[in-house]
């Protein structure tokens, strides 16, 4: 063979005569393995940017950082996930069903019985359900109507304990969402008075679908607002008695913080490359 010409047993990858495409292919994947981060990794680095995004959030509208809660929503993920993300740091979780707090939190008692974690329930709760959540939960969200909390009451009352809640308001009036219309939340409150198994600690919100910054930012200056004047109307001290807005989640919390939220209800965020 001349030097500078081929030869046909040159093996050719692909060809009879050469590796097979496979090996490269099963090469490729076993290293982007090795290089994918654990989901103990991606979670613990997703919750360390949320935290400096909240951070970040306070700093511009000068408040301390210790003055906004981070709720890490768990809806989207299985216990495994929720336990990674407590290791991460996280204390308070957020669930939106009932059935699934249920089996997390039978999960972490089963196998993290000495972990302390604060769950919220932060969507909407039935009253058939309330029974069973409410030994389980530090707060209660998503307090909607006056039925709902009558069966709270009662239930915390068996208990021997008073229950955090916050008062659920549909700000944006969407048909798809549940909540009081602002209108309603006065007497709704006086009602609440009467209850000694519920302390009202504030108000939780979302902002419209798909709405602009500065519709998102109005919104919850309106449902501030609203918490102010509770209190005015309802407390005759100064002792901040309600203290609590729940507003903003992964894609809005920077303006909830802007309008004077402590709590904001993170999801997505904290599990990007999970889900």
Not at 65 to 83: A, C, H, N, R
Not at 85 to 95: K, M, N, R, S
């Amino acid at each position: 063979m001349w030097v500078g010409q081929s030869s046909d047993r040159t093996p050719k990858i692909g060809t009879a005569g050469g590796y097979p495409s496979a090996v490269f292919i099963q090469i490729k994947t076993h290293i982007h393995s090795i290089m994918r981060p654990t989901p103990a990794t991606q979670i613990r680095d997703n919750w360390l940017r949320v935290q400096d995004a909240v951070a970040d959030a306070c700093q511009a509208a000068g408040r301390a950082t210790t003055s906004v809660t981070i709720v890490g929503v768990s809806k989207y993920v299985g216990p495994e996930s929720v336990q990674h993300l407590i290791d991460a740091g996280c204390q308070t979780l957020g669930e939106n069903r009932p059935q699934q707090l249920w089996e997390k939190a039978a999960w972490l008692q089963e196998y993290h019985p000495s972990q302390s974690v604060h769950w919220h329930m932060i969507g909407h709760l039935q009253r058939n359900k309330v029974a069973r959540t409410l030994p389980l939960i530090e707060c209660l969200q998503s307090l909607d109507s006056w039925r709902l909390a009558e069966t709270v009451h009662q239930s915390a009352l068996a208990l021997g304990r008073v229950v955090n809640v916050l008062i659920d308001v549909n700000i944006s009036r969407e048909s798809s969402k549940t909540g009081c219309h602002p209108e309603q939340l006065p007497q709704l409150m006086e009602q609440l008075q009467e209850l000694s198994g519920i302390r009202v600690t504030g108000l939780m919100a979302m902002s419209s679908f798909s709405s602009d910054t500065a519709t998102t930012r109005h919104e919850f200056a309106q449902v501030r607002a609203l918490r102010d004047s509770l209190a005015k109307q309802f407390y005759s001290d100064d002792s901040n008695p309600l203290p609590e807005l729940s507003m903003g989640m992964s894609g809005d919390f920077g303006e909830a913080i802007l309008e004077g939220a402590t709590l904001v209800r993170i999801g997505s965020s904290l599990w990007s490359g999970i889900i």
